[in-house]
């Protein structure tokens, strides 16, 4: 596992998406109202679309392409047509850095 | 031969294979043209259709334009959405219609209609109130609003048909009085109840969710044309209605045949993971309920080993596509709901589509989960009181223009008797409508 710098935290909203790239992997960072930051594969499991580009509705974010929807926390289909999750990677917020481990 | 003779000699390049398919319309070098879709390329009153109908449709954009659009209309089909429009609406309007409908027995005892009207008169609703038309409680509304479904779909499709002067006329005047009658009174009430909310008289949330809250809140900047609003409002009802009733007669079509074939499966005939398969099942053989969709190429490029020219016109053959044996088994061109689902495909195929312009209702069909669709429960309802076609009476069908990509079984039903055996009639009156807010 890498541990990388992507983004400041105020970069990233409370209820707001942002893609970074961790080490070369496309990341979708997903900060709940609550502030808490999760990150995910930032490409839809059902079709190549990039899952920043869509809403954040709770915990679950939704593709802008098709609808489809993933448990940010988890990673979880939670909204059809994607039928398999994305993954998930463990995020440490220190300071006002936040950092992703892929 | 030199690539300009190819098109010239062959100005069409079929794509009838899922890779090759998918590549196609995922391809930034494609585009879905309203010219090339009204054939207003070769026709000389095509761009009758493209001019009054479907340019500027968000369906015939693309890149980022289609991304911004598609994304705000997903709106509509959220799961909160869904879930409303399946128990406020759907459930409660079928046992309306089938009350209203099956409240006298014919002289043989049974119970008939037609599963063509049924279905239009459900979806005509569902339609409505996915736009935001008002009043649709209506049922003189509900079927002036029905009326007008042959002259819309004739504006949108006249391309498929032989006399298209007669087509146009009505197509021009259904598009009139779904914009005086409909689109007009319901754009108005939008709009009111938008002046409320400026005056602190209710909130946006209290307004409810439909395309028409969309448009009159200029949610997108397009819709500062209001003929972009009327235009993705004609999508709506077309998408909603036409394809909804072929999808739903069809399944019923195709399920029917299975549990005469496959007695030991009638036990299934309420069980909704069962209806789902079988719902897939019709939208990978038949769907879109044409044989083709078209695009244009918008660059030179090779689609599956052949060169393909700009300009050249694309024939999607989405349900040959969904028949290849090497994907879906050797008996791929046949209704089989226990079909193994194929790596990498979802049961359902390509039949939703792919790429950019995968239909937007495929959430609807089968449900935020998958499994529990309006469209299905619609089927489950049905199957609950025993529906089977009327061996006394058989469906008609559409006469449409022939071309070499038809496929037998690919037909708009017109009418499709069906019998119900296990119908008892209800003796007080069901209240089924759906109110809106407005």
């Known amino acids: ?31 709940l109202e609550s502030g808490e930051v999760y990150a995910l594969s930032d490409i839809c499991s059902h079709e190549e679309i990039e899952l920043s580009d869509g809403d954040l509705q709770g915990a679950e974010v939704e593709c802008p392409a098709h609808g489809s929807r993933f448990d940010v926390r988890t990673g979880a289909v939670s909204g059809w047509p994607a039928e398999k999750p994305v993954a998930v990677y463990p995020v440490a917020v220190d300071g006002d850095e936040v950092y992703v481990e892929v | 031969m030199a690539l300009d003779d190819t098109v010239a000699g062959c100005p069409v390049h079929r ?123 209506d049922p003189v509304r509900q079927n002036e609003l029905r009326a007008i479904i042959p002259g819309i779909f004739g504006g949108v499709l006249a391309q498929f048909f032989d006399d298209r002067d007669a087509v146009f006329r009505m197509a021009l005047e259904a598009k009139r009085d779904l914009v005086e009658r409909f689109y007009k009174p319901a754009r108005d009430a939008y709009r009111e109840m938008y002046a409320k909310v400026e005056r602190g008289e209710m909130t946006e949330a209290d307004i409810p ?42 399944m019923v079509h195709d399920t029917a045949k299975w549990f005469q074939e496959h007695p030991e499966d009638r036990r299934l005939a309420t069980d909704m993971d069962f209806l789902t398969r079988c719902m897939q099942e019709t939208i990978r053989l038949k769907a879109p309920f044409i044989s083709f969709l078209v695009r244009r190429a918008e660059h030179d490029m090779v689609i599956g080993g052949e060169r393909v020219s700009a300009g050249q016109e694309l024939h999607i053959e989405i349900p040959r596509a969904n028949r290849d044996p090497a994907v879906f088994g050797a008996d791929a061109a046949e209704f089989n709901p226990w079909r193994e689902q194929p790596e990498g495909l979802p049961r359902y195929g390509i039949g939703f589509g792919s790429g950019p312009h995968a239909c937007l209702g495929l959430r609807v069909v089968l449900g935020n989960d998958g499994h529990s669709g309006s469209h299905v429960r619609f089927m489950q309802k049905l199957f609950s009181h025993g529906v089977v076609p009327d061996p006394a009476a058989a469906p008609q069908v559409l006469a449409m223009s022939q071309d070499e990509s038809a496929i037998d079984d690919v037909v708009t039903f017109m009418d499709y008797p069906v019998v119900f055996t296990d119908w008892v009639p209800t003796r007080e009156p069901l209240v089924g409508s759906w109110k809106r807010g407005v």
């Open chain 1, 1 to 31: 596992m890498v541990r990388c710098r992507v983004a400041a935290l105020d970069d990233v909203k409370p209820g707001e998406l942002k893609q970074v790239d961790a080490g070369g992997v496309p990341v979708c960072l997903a900060r």
């Open chain 2, 209 to 250: 969710r439909s395309l028409m809250k969309l448009i009159v809140s200029r949610a997108d900047p397009v819709y500062e044309d209001e003929e972009i609003g009327i235009r993705d409002a004609i999508l709506v009802f077309n998408t909603a209605i036409g394809t909804s009733v072929q999808s739903v007669v069809h």
């Open chain 2, 15 to 137: 794509v009838g294979n899922i890779p090759d398919l998918i590549a196609t319309v995922r391809s930034p070098d494609v585009r879905n043209s309203p010219e090339y879709f009204a054939a207003a390329h070769k026709l000389d009153d095509g761009y009758i259709t493209v001019d009054e109908f479907v340019a500027g449709m968000w369906t015939f954009t693309d890149g980022p334009e289609h991304r911004r659009r598609r994304k705000l209309l997903n709106q509509l089909v959220r799961p909160e959405a869904l879930d409303d429009m399946r128990e406020n609406f759907i459930l409660p309007t079928i046992e309306r219609l089938l009350s209203e409908r099956l409240a006298e027995a014919y002289p043989d005892g049974r119970y008939r209609c037609d599963l063509v009207e049924l279905a239009d008169l459900l979806f005509v609703n569902l339609g409505a109130n996915m736009i935001g038309f008002i009043g649709m409680d």
